[in-house]
């Protein structure tokens, strides 16, 4: 079956950095995409951008240009988001999800979501 | 980009049809009819319950069904359950990019 299985809790200091990873199994992991998605607490979600499995293309959400990375490793089927220069409000779930497609297009459609990973910058 | 917009709550009795708005603009639900709704029970992942507008994955029940008119997607879950309960986010593809709605809590009364 399909599954998505994130790295955990991280608590950074502000001006520093995250990686969450996000590791999929049960489908073939380059004929898709994968969004990354958060979700401060109490508040709705927020798509921060997409990634292609099956040539590395991104895009990213224009609020978080910049300051994201996002990649893959096709040798061990695991998607990474790096977010930089964290600030308190980015405390937040952080999740990966898989698209329905390798094309952006498909990068509202997520079929699979991994459990999240919480991400806390204290103030 | 802005979130679409959807009411912050609605409620319902148990048996009784509901209906969840999403409002977007022509660059995105109005351009594509590529939108999705998820539903998320408190501490969980969202769960896609309807993608390209009106489309239902395996699995989800036929209570749920989605529509579109113009730049206002819409959610309507007929014969209310308890465990239907949860928060609702509204997605849609915008050319270059993907936009959530700001979630809406579905009380069952």
């Known amino acids: 079956q399909v599954q998505l299985v994130q790295s955990g809790v991280e608590v950074k200091k502000p001006g520093a950095s995250v990686k969450v990873s996000c590791k999929a199994s049960?489908?073939?992991?380059?004929?898709?995409?994968i969004s990354w998605v958060r979700q401060a607490p109490g508040q709705g979600l927020e798509w921060m951008g997409w990634?292609?499995?099956?040539?590395?293309?991104?895009n990213y959400a224009q609020k978080f240009q910049g300051r994201v990375t996002m990649t893959t490793d096709t040798s061990t089927n695991t998607a990474y988001m790096e977010l930089r220069s964290l600030r308190s409000d980015d405390t937040a779930v952080y999740y990966c999800?898989?698209?329905?497609?390798?094309?952006?297009?498909?990068?509202?459609?997520?079929?699979?979501w991994g459990q999240g990973t919480l991400v806390t910058v204290p103030s | 980009q802005s979130a679409l917009t959807q009411p912050a709550s609605v409620s319902g009795s148990p048996g009784q049809s509901i209906t969840i708005s999403c409002t977007g603009t022509?660059?995105?639900?109005?351009?594509?009819?590529?939108v999705s709704w998820y539903q998320q029970h408190p501490g969980k992942a969202p769960k896609l319950m309807i993608y390209?507008?009106?489309k239902r994955p395996s699995g989800v029940s036929n209570r749920f069904s989605g529509s579109k008119s113009g730049n206002t997607a819409s959610l309507t879950i007929s014969g209310l359950q308890a465990e239907d309960e949860a928060d609702y986010h509204c997605?849609?593809?915008?050319?270059?990019?993907?936009?959530f709605g700001g979630g809406t809590k579905l009380t069952v009364l």
């Open positions: 049960g489908y073939t992991f380059i004929y898709h995409g």
């Open positions: 997605c849609s593809f915008a050319g270059n990019s993907t936009i």
């Open positions: 990634i292609s499995a099956y040539n590395g293309n991104t």
């Open positions: 022509s660059s995105d639900v109005g351009s594509y009819n590529l």
């Open positions: 999800a898989k698209g329905s497609s390798v094309h952006l297009w498909g990068s509202c459609r997520l079929d699979y």
């Open positions: 390209e507008g009106s």
